[in-house]
């Protein structure tokens, strides 16, 4: 293999398509970004065995051929000739890197030992903006269990029903759930996609006005921006089942300034963070919401103004997964039912249902 390529274009294309090489492995292959040169072009593909990357970028190919070589330490060192016009040959076991005056060699492994990617998946596709997938996206993942003690929770359930794409993701401790309009649809879509992969097709999204198309076939899906394809094999097996999850009426409902209460909140939380269960109070009364933490370093009390229908109730909840979902939120107001300081808090918008976050209670001893 040989080719000419600028720096920059190949520095961009690494950027991308290394995020996919496997970091903890046993088999090195997976480590590297496998190059193909041919025609007009380089094709660069790297994968962890759950993720894969392709990018194509313009060359002037010299002598086709396909080399792998290690993703992130090729990234990094070609990220430093992003200036240069570079020159990538084969010689022997390395791949030689010419550019200017100089001359520079990193090993390389097999292409022959890269394993095949799947790239025919368009048996299901769903179309929608992309701005609405860039807030599906951040609306939910966050919501993933991150240990391997129960693997399909580090997904989140995608399923399409009544024109609309809906988002599911909980960890055991609280639940997040977003709704979108769809463009259009061939065929019900119902998986379990990483959350992992997700996060990484929102950082590839580009502008909002933009429309995308997700492809889905058997166990994987697919997702194609500009000259970036990326595939993800899906979680296969039940997911929690959510339909019981959310009460269907509360004692007590609340809307509420998000913003004011996200401050508060956060001030609470410098302190409830000093004590392992993090716990922040809220106090829910007709006029307001008491916000308090009390740890041995000290003593937050603040009220937020609040409409309150129905009963009071004090409930205390981990700060973290209270402020992340006050976060995502993306209205003005929220409104959050209650049912008991030991029952689930439901936080919505104050109408319709385009996102729902459901947290657990803290119990405390007091």
Request: net charge negative; with cysteine.
């Amino acid at each position: 293999m040989k080719i000419i390529c600028e720096g920059l274009d190949l520095s961009d294309a690494l950027l991308k398509v290394s995020k996919a090489c496997s970091t903890r492995t046993t088999n090195p292959i997976l480590e590297c970004v496998k190059i193909t040169a041919e025609n007009d072009g380089i094709t660069l593909i790297a994968t962890d065995g759950e993720i894969s990357i392709r990018r194509k970028m313009r060359a002037e190919v010299l002598e086709e051929g396909a080399v792998c070589v290690p993703g992130k330490f090729f990234a990094d060192f070609i990220k430093r000739l992003e200036n240069e016009q570079i020159t990538l040959s084969t010689e022997q076991d390395c791949v030689q890197i010419r550019y200017a005056d100089s001359e520079s060699s990193m090993q390389m492994l097999n292409a022959d030992d890269f394993p095949a990617i799947e790239a025919n998946i368009g048996e299901n596709r769903v179309e929608l903006l992309t701005k609405d997938l860039k807030e599906l996206i951040a609306k939910t993942t966050f919501c993933c269990a991150q240990d391997d003690s129960r693997p399909i929770l580090k997904g989140v359930l995608i399923r399409t029903q009544d024109g609309r794409i809906c988002f599911t993701a909980l960890d055991g401790y609280r639940m997040a759930v977003c709704k979108k309009e769809i463009l259009s649809l061939h065929g019900e879509i119902s998986i379990i996609c990483p959350g992992r992969t997700l996060n990484e097709i929102g950082r590839m999204l580009g502008a909002d006005e933009d429309r995308i198309d997700i492809f889905v076939q058997k166990n994987m899906l697919m997702v194609s921006i500009d000259d970036t394809v990326l595939t993800s094999r899906l979680y296969e097996g039940e997911f929690v089942n959510v339909s019981n999850i959310v009460p269907r009426s509360f004692a007590g409902e609340v809307v509420v300034d998000k913003n004011a209460l996200d401050e508060s909140v956060e001030r609470a939380a410098v302190l409830a963070r000093t004590d392992k269960n993090s716990v922040v109070t809220l106090d829910v009364y007709e006029g307001g919401i008491g916000v308090s933490s009390n740890t041995s370093i000290g003593r937050v009390n603040e009220a937020v103004k609040a409409e309150l229908t129905g009963k009071d109730v004090q409930i205390a909840l981990n700060c973290k997964y209270l402020t992340e979902c006050l976060n995502a939120a993306s209205d003005e107001k929220v409104k959050i039912g209650f049912n008991g300081p030991v029952s689930p808090c439901v936080m919505t918008p104050p109408e319709g249902d385009s996102y729902l976050y459901l947290i657990l209670p803290v119990r405390t001893s007091v």
